[in-house]
């Protein structure tokens, strides 16, 4: 039975055409009817169609030439590799993908020494050759040097169009070997991905090493020590088709019937009685921190519930309770970087209708003090006295940034202004070279990704990874509204660049925030000291407009009631800070 059963996955650098070939692979199976298609049709969030990127990994059962093809679709983006490493443990072989005009990009090299890491069978295509600016020799070159496979073995494709999509899948039935299965062994299936059905509770996606499995089966979850009834399994036809068991080698889904989300986790064991566990996962590191409050604080049950459940569906997620004297109860979260946390606060509104605010994000800084103690620093607010810090040091990241040769020199300036430290240059091939850095992760999450793809026109790419920590002099910097502390605009920066960074700030809190009845204040501070201010003006009514002629002093007691009434307001006036407000102090 194993014989027959291929599971393979699709890695990319962002926007190779993953999903669009994985249409062509539903169409040419005919998976899904030609009325029920429809372009990304495995993106199924609203916000992946929305911005044309796939966030969540998706599996789909599809029948060929007599064989079972499972597929699991991957993202490109660096900040959702683990959901790539995650599909990449439940398959045996990955299709490379690179695009014909852009050739091998950084997450490209990333994802396939991730693929090679996990032994797996690697068919390298080549997409969108049907563009006017394809040049598949020159890529093909690219891979034979990258891979050292034959430059025949190296497919030609147009995911658009369906060109030369069926000898991919003849490559996959030839090449990607089955799965190796221990008739000995008891059930043991790996759980890649879940998510939360209020009806069904718990759907688990796995992956059958051993053993099988079908409804009505009693399990233990050996992780969390959870256990339960299989309520229902099946298979990706992409909707969950029910089916009456799934058999070792298999990818498919269960329904738990666990109402804890805490008690089904991605990485876990489904088995039995007697059943050992597999390896797993490692565990993810977050990189960038922030928190997260609900504008209502009565909004808090709510908010816990919805982290939960998307941190069911978003393995890579992790929170934590944080209670802060001016935003209330929240969480302090951790993502792995700036898109991560756009796409998990976009689905806290969508998805569970809430109305937050998220503070300025910052990175995890490990701190000495005085007395010998070593602390984790996610927070500005965290930071204590200056007095009771020995030393303080920033977490670095190992930066490949590829690149055409014609633009080495602007990335170079680039990277220098973000105190990033040159390591080497190594040469795809004439043209292409791949710059090593190491780079203070803080300088990395602002806006380096931005100023990149500005000096390369485009054709920079990005990939990083943790390296360690080094001791950096940095200092909170406080930003004061109307004489009042805004906690969430808080941050950390370098010392010497204090004055620069807080000058800007407040120069563009004052073209975004609003107006007010009274004056408002926006200073910069670094503990008792304003290093930068600027002034809103107020809105002021004419109230002398209705005055004709008479005494002076009429004018004068008008005058001086709406003074007093300004003073008043400026003693109790509230200002509302925006979101773009905490964009403005992130992208300085």
Same mark, same amino acid.
């Given at each position: 039975?194993?014989?027959?059963?291929?599971?393979?996955?699709?890695?990319?650098?962002?926007?190779?055409?993953?999903?669009?070939?994985?249409?062509?692979?539903?169409?040419?199976?005919?998976?899904?009817?030609?009325?029920?298609?429809?372009?990304?049709?495995?993106?199924?969030?609203?916000?992946?169609?929305?911005?044309?990127?796939?966030?969540?990994?998706?599996?789909?059962?599809?029948?060929?030439q007599?064989?079972?093809?499972?597929?699991?679709?991957?993202?490109?983006?660096?900040?959702?590799?683990?959901?790539?490493?995650?599909?990449?443990?439940?398959?045996?072989?990955?299709?490379?993908?690179?695009?014909?005009?852009?050739g091998?990009?950084?997450?490209?090299?990333?994802n396939l020494?991730?693929?090679?890491?996990?032994?797996?069978?690697?068919?390298?295509?080549?997409?969108?050759?049907?563009?006017?600016?394809?040049?598949p020799?020159?890529?093909?070159?690219?891979?034979?040097?990258?891979?050292?496979?034959?430059?025949e073995?190296?497919?030609?494709?147009?995911?658009?169009?369906?060109?030369?999509?069926?000898?991919?899948?003849? @490559?996959?039935?030839?090449?990607?070997?089955?799965p190796?299965?221990?008739?000995?062994?008891?059930?043991?299936?790996?759980?890649?991905?879940?998510?939360?059905?209020e009806?069904?509770?718990?759907?688990?996606?796995?992956?059958?090493?051993?053993?099988?499995?079908?409804?009505?089966?009693?399990?233990?979850?050996? @992780?969390?020590g959870?256990?339960?009834?299989?309520?229902?399994?099946?298979?990706?036809?992409?909707?969950?088709?029910?089916?009456?068991?799934?058999?070792?080698?298999?990818?498919?889904?269960?329904?738990?019937?666990?109402?804890?989300?805490?008690?089904?986790?991605?990485?876990?064991?489904?088995?039995?009685?007697?059943?050992?566990a597999?390896?797993?996962?490692?565990?993810?590191?977050?990189?960038?921190?922030?928190?997260?409050?609900?504008?209502?604080?009565?909004?808090?049950?709510e908010?816990?519930?919805?982290?939960?459940?998307?941190?069911?569906?978003?393995a890579?997620?992790?929170?934590?309770?944080?209670?802060?004297?001016?935003?209330g109860?929240?969480?302090?979260?951790?993502?792995?970087?700036?898109?991560?946390?756009?796409?998990?606060?976009?689905?806290?509104?969508?998805?569970?209708?809430?109305?937050?605010?998220?503070?300025?994000?910052?990175?995890?800084?490990?701190?000495?003090?005085?007395?010998?103690?070593?602390?984790?620093?996610?927070?500005?607010?965290?930071?204590?006295?200056?007095?009771t810090?020995?030393?303080?040091?920033?977490?670095?990241?190992?930066?490949?940034?590829?690149?055409?040769?014609?633009?080495?020199?602007?990335?170079?300036?680039?990277?220098?202004?973000?105190?990033?430290?040159?390591?080497?240059?190594?040469?795809?091939?004439?043209?292409?070279?791949?710059?090593h850095?190491?780079?203070?992760?803080?300088?990395?999450?602002?806006?380096?990704?931005?100023?990149?793809k500005?000096?390369?026109?485009?054709?920079?790419?990005?990939?990083?990874?943790?390296?360690?920590?080094?001791?950096?002099?940095?200092?909170?910097?406080?930003?004061?509204?109307?004489?009042?502390?805004?906690? @969430?605009?808080?941050?950390?920066?370098?010392?010497?660049?204090?004055?620069?960074?807080?000058?800007?700030?407040?120069?563009?809190?004052?073209?975004?925030?609003?107006?007010?009845?009274?004056?408002?204040?926006?200073?910069?501070?670094?503990?008792?000291?304003?290093?930068?201010?600027?002034?809103?003006a107020?809105?002021?009514?004419?109230?002398?407009?209705?005055?004709?002629?008479?005494?002076?002093?009429?004018?004068?007691?008008?005058?001086?009631?709406?003074?007093?009434?300004?003073?008043?307001?400026?003693?109790?006036?509230?200002?509302?800070?925006?979101?773009?407000?905490?964009?403005?102090?992130?992208?300085?």
């Open positions: 039975m194993t014989d027959t059963i291929r599971n393979f996955c699709i890695i990319a650098h962002i926007d190779h055409g993953k999903s669009t070939l994985a249409d062509r692979f539903l169409e040419v199976t005919e998976t899904v009817s030609q009325r029920e298609m429809k372009e990304q049709l495995l993106d199924t969030m609203e916000l992946e169609q929305e911005r044309g990127i796939t966030i969540k990994l998706q599996p789909v059962r599809m029948d060929y007599g064989y079972i093809l499972n597929l699991i679709d991957t993202p490109g983006h660096v900040d959702f590799s683990y959901e790539v490493s995650r599909s990449l443990a439940a398959v045996e072989g990955a299709i490379l993908l690179v695009d014909a005009t852009q091998i990009q950084a997450q490209t090299l990333a020494y991730l693929a090679l890491d996990q032994n797996l069978a690697i068919i390298p295509v080549i997409n969108k050759i049907d563009l006017p600016a394809a040049d020799d020159k890529v093909t070159s690219e891979i034979v040097s990258l891979l050292g496979c034959r430059p073995a190296v497919l030609r494709v147009s995911a658009k169009t369906g060109q030369g999509v069926p000898a991919v899948l003849t @490559a996959v039935i030839q090449h990607v070997p089955g190796i299965i221990d008739v000995n062994k008891t059930l043991q299936a790996l759980i890649f991905d879940s998510n939360f059905d009806y069904r509770g718990v759907v688990a996606d796995v992956r059958l090493v051993s053993g099988e499995m079908k409804k009505g089966d009693m399990v233990h979850y050996l @992780a969390t959870a256990a339960g009834e299989v309520l229902e399994v099946g298979v990706f036809k992409p909707k969950l088709t029910p089916a009456d068991r799934l058999l070792a080698g298999e990818i498919g889904y269960i329904v738990t019937g666990l109402k804890g989300v805490s008690q089904c986790r991605v990485g876990d064991t489904v088995g039995v009685t007697g059943s050992t597999l390896l797993g996962y490692k565990e993810v590191k977050p990189m960038v921190f922030a928190g997260i409050f609900c504008k209502e604080g009565n909004d808090y049950p908010l816990r519930e919805a982290m939960e459940k998307l941190k069911l569906n978003d890579s997620l992790t929170y934590e309770p944080e209670n802060s004297p001016a935003l109860f929240g969480f302090r979260c951790g993502f792995l970087g700036m898109l991560h946390m756009d796409i998990v606060q976009e689905r806290l509104k969508r998805e569970y209708d809430l109305d937050l605010i998220i503070t300025v994000p910052s990175v995890a800084y490990q701190l000495f003090t005085t007395n010998g103690r070593q602390l984790t620093i996610k927070s500005p607010q965290e930071l204590p006295d200056p007095s810090i020995e030393q303080v040091a920033e977490p670095l990241m190992k930066v490949d940034i590829v690149c055409p040769k014609d633009y080495l020199g602007a990335v170079m300036d680039v990277a220098q202004s973000k105190r990033a430290t040159y390591l080497n240059t190594e040469f795809l091939d004439a043209t292409i070279a791949v710059l850095y190491e780079m203070p992760l803080a300088s990395l999450i602002i806006d380096f990704y931005d100023k990149l500005s000096v390369s026109q485009g054709y920079g790419s990005l990939n990083y990874d943790f390296s360690n920590y080094r001791p950096a002099a940095v200092s909170r910097l406080d930003i004061l509204v109307a004489g009042e502390k805004v906690e @969430a605009l808080s941050t950390i920066v370098y010392t010497d660049e204090a004055y620069p960074v807080g000058k800007k700030i407040v120069k563009e809190l004052k073209d975004i925030l609003p107006r007010q009845m009274f004056e408002v204040k926006l200073q910069a501070a670094i503990g008792g000291t304003i290093i930068a201010s600027e002034k809103i107020a809105m002021r009514k004419d109230v002398t407009a209705k005055l004709y002629g008479g005494d002076v002093t009429r004018k004068r007691k008008l005058l001086e009631k709406q003074k007093k009434g300004k003073r008043k307001m400026q003693s109790i006036g509230k200002v509302d800070i925006p979101p773009e407000a905490f964009m403005a102090v992130l992208k300085r």
